[in-house]
């Protein structure tokens, strides 16, 4: 490539960076197209984004290479603030309660949209389990695992490695498109309800592990088991 083209080349990449110019008008075109798409449920093809937002197809597969691609910019546009949100608190259960408050009301706003990208998620592994997927590019989802290790960030020094992954791991369980499903789909809760169950399961999740590391650490009884019946 010339000194010629590699400056054209880099003053695209800094346009399309700084959301001008024509590249990135086409690419904000195409996101708005598709999500539009995904809001009303459907889980899009890159052709039919491009049809639906009148982009030649190969110009489409210059910005968005697969599906996958284009649902993970989607999804990521959707997440919006949340990809980098921060606390200033140093209590955990403060943060991860923050992270729930800030969250999942966007979570819930473009619900349609999460999941329309779990349904592809989902088909994806039945495709990959059927041996029929090939050389499709995975739609790779794990946004909540940076989050909310960073929520409970303050007790790495208090918490086993095991027992920190742990926390995390449960704490995944109710955060994301999923507690809609079964909140608001199975149980039929209305959007209050469900972050309050959500917010008292995360505040107890972590209440519970600081108990059982302190227990552990002074030497008392395990914690009591829950009367679940």
Do not use: C
């Amino acid at each position: 490539m010339d000194v010629s083209r590699q400056q054209a080349a880099s003053d695209d990449a800094e346009q399309m960076r700084a959301g001008k110019g024509a590249r990135a008008r086409t690419r904000r075109l195409m996101l708005e197209t598709a999500t539009r798409l995904m809001q009303s449920g459907v889980t899009p093809s890159v052709s039919e984004v491009a049809e639906a937002a009148e982009v030649s197809r190969a110009t489409a597969y210059r910005y968005f290479p697969s599906q996958a691609a284009l649902v993970q910019a989607v999804v990521d546009e959707g997440l919006g603030p949340i990809l980098t949100w921060k606390s200033n608190s140093k209590d955990p259960e403060q943060r991860v309660a923050e992270l729930f408050a800030s969250a999942m009301p966007r979570i819930e706003a473009f619900e349609a949209t999460f999941k329309a990208a779990l349904k592809l998620s989902l088909d994806q592994w039945a495709r990959r389990q059927a041996g029929t997927l090939g050389a499709e590019p995975a739609f790779k989802r794990g946004h909540r695992i940076d989050l909310l290790k960073d929520a409970i960030a303050p007790l790495k020094g208090q918490l086993k490695p095991r027992q920190f992954k742990r926390l995390a791991q449960a704490l995944s369980m109710m955060f994301g498109v999923e507690v809609l499903i079964v909140l608001k789909d199975m149980w039929g809760l209305d959007s209050r309800d469900m972050m309050a169950v959500a917010e008292w399961t995360a505040g107890a999740l972590v209440r519970a592990a600081v108990a059982e590391s302190g227990a552990k650490a002074t030497g008392g009884s395990a914690p009591a088991e829950i009367d679940m019946s």
